[in-house]
C-alpha cells in the first residue's frame, strides 16, 4: 500500500533558480497520476525528488508512512522508468531485467521465477538471449518496463517513458501500460504510478487524474473529464484539447442574461449562463468555447459574424478557421454538417453551445463560469 503525499515541496537550483514553487499533491495507493505540462514546468524536476535523484530545497514527500525526504532512492520503495531506457548494453535482455535482484543476492531459482513471470507479463520471452542493440525502440522499452516491475516498487515513476518511441509504437504501449497498471490493481499488487509526459494525449488517455503544471506550480488536478470539461483557468482551458480551445477577449456585461460584446457585436449568453456566473466575475473577460461546441449557422439570431478563411477537409470532420474581426476561431463539424451548410458568401455566424461555453477573468485567468459542484 503506498500513498504518495506531497507538502509544500520547492525546489531551488544551485543557480538560486526557484524551479518548483511549494506545491502539495496526494497521489491515493493504486492511483495513475499524471504530470503533464509544457517544457520548463518542472514536471522532471519534481518526479526526481520523489524519486531521491534530486534533493528538496523545503516541504515534504512520504510514500506510504514514512518521509523519504532523506532516504536514498535505493530504500524509497520505487522504480523509475526513463526516456532513454538506460539498459546496459553489454548485458542479454535477461541480465538486464534481474539485475537488481542479483544484487540483492537472491536465490537463483526466485531469480529465474521472477524474470520469467516478468517476461510473460510484457511477452518479451523470445528476446531474453538479445543484446538491447538488437532490440527495436519499442522492445527496449518494454525491456525497460519490466526492469521496473521485477522489482515489485510500491510506485513507479515514469519520466515520459514513450517520447522516443515512433506514434503508432507510443499509441500501442500507451495502451498496454495501462492495461498492466490495470492488472497490477486487480491482481492485489502495488501499482501507485506517477507519470510525467508534455504530451497531453498521453495524460488524457492514461492518468486516473492528471496534475497539469505551469512554472513550477500546479493548475489543476482532476480527472480528465472534469479538466476537459471544468478547466479551473485560462491555461488548464488552451493546454487540454484538440484543436486548442477558442478564446475571444470582450466585455461582459453581466446581469441574470448576461451578454458579451466584441467589438461591436453582441452575444447573448442567456440565464443558464447568468446562473453559474460569479458574482464577482469582472468586466474585462475572456470568453471560452471549444472547436467542437461552436457550429457555423448563416441565419441563427445569436453568435459571433465572421468570414470564413481556411478549411480542412479531414474526412470525418471538416475545420473551419474563421476570423471574427482580429480573433481568428476554429470550429469542428462533421463533414455531412459542412456539406450542408449555405457559404456561397464566405460570411458565416459561429454559434457557441451556451452550456458549454467558459468566461475566464482575463486578469487572473480564472474560470469564474463554473457552477459549485464537483
Ligand atoms: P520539465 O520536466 O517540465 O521539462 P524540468 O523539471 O526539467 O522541466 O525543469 C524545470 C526548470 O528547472 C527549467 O526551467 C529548467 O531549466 C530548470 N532546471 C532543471 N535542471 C536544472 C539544474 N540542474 N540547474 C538549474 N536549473 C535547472
Do not use: W
Request: aromatic share 6%.
Amino acid at each position: 500500500m503506498a500513498r504518495v503525499e506531497i507538502k509544500n515541496l520547492e525546489k531551488v537550483y544551485g543557480n538560486s533558480f526557484k524551479a518548483v514553487h511549494g506545491i502539495s499533491l496526494d497521489v491515493d495507493d493504486g492511483e495513475f497520476m499524471v504530470l503533464v505540462g509544457p517544457s520548463g514546468c518542472a514536471k522532471s524536476t519534481t518526479l526526481r525528488m520523489i524519486a531521491g535523484l534530486e534533493a528538496i530545497s523545503s516541504g515534504e514527500i512520504r510514500i506510504g508512512d514514512r518521509v523519504v525526504n532523506r532516504l536514498p532512492p535505493g530504500k524509497r520503495g520505487i522504480a523509475m522508468v526513463f526516456q532513454n531506457y538506460a539498459l546496459y548494453p553489454h548485458m542479454k535482455v535477461r541480465s538486464n531485467l534481474n539485475f537488481g535482484l542479483r544484487l540483492q543476492r537472491r536465490s537463483k531459482a526466485e531469480i529465474e521465477a521472477a524474470t520469467n513471470e516478468v517476461a510473460r507479463i510484457l511477452e518479451i520471452e523470445p528476446l531474453l538471449d538479445r543484446l538491447p542493440k538488437e532490440l527495436s525502440g519499442g522492445q527496449a522499452q518494454r525491456v525497460a518496463l519490466g526492469r521496473a516491475l521485477i522489482k515489485k516498487p510500491d510506485v513507479f515513476l515514469f519520466d515520459e517513458p514513450l517520447s522516443n518511441l515512433d506514434a503508432k509504437l507510443r499509441a500501442s504501449m500507451r495502451v498496454r501500460i495501462t492495461d498492466l497498471h490495470k492488472r497490477l490493481k486487480a491482481e492485489g499488487n502495488s501499482s501507485t504510478v506517477v507519470y510525467v509526459t508534455h504530451d497531453q494525449v498521453e495524460a488524457m488517455t492514461m492518468g486516473d487524474r492528471i496534475c497539469v503544471m505551469k512554472e513550477g506550480r500546479i493548475m489543476q488536478v482532476a480527472d480528465p473529464k472534469t479538466l476537459y470539461e471544468r478547466p479551473a483557468n485560462l491555461f488548464v482551458a488552451g493546454f487540454i484539447g484538440m484543436p486548442e480551445m477558442n478564446f475571444l477577449e470582450g466585455e461582459l456585461i453581466a446581469g441574470p442574461s448576461p451578454k458579451f460584446m466584441v467589438g461591436d457585436q453582441c452575444v447573448e449568453l442567456g440565464e443558464a449562463v447568468g446562473a453559474r456566473l460569479r458574482p464577482d466575475a469582472p468586466a474585462a473577460a475572456t470568453l471560452g468555447v471549444r472547436p467542437q461546441h461552436v457550429r457555423p449557422d448563416t441565419v441563427a439570431p445569436n453568435g459571433f459574424d465572421g468570414v470564413l478563411s481556411t478549411v480542412e477537409f479531414l474526412g470525418h470532420e471538416v475545420v473551419l478557421h474563421v476570423d471574427v474581426g482580429p480573433t481568428r476561431l476554429v470550429s469542428v463539424l462533421p463533414s455531412a454538417d459542412y456539406d450542408r451548410l449555405d457559404r456561397g458568401s464566405g460570411r458565416l455566424r459561429l454559434v457557441p453551445d451556451l452550456d458549454a461555453l467558459h468566461i475566464f477573468n482575463r486578469e487572473t485567468g480564472e474560470n469564474v463560469s463554473l457552477p459549485d459542484r464537483h
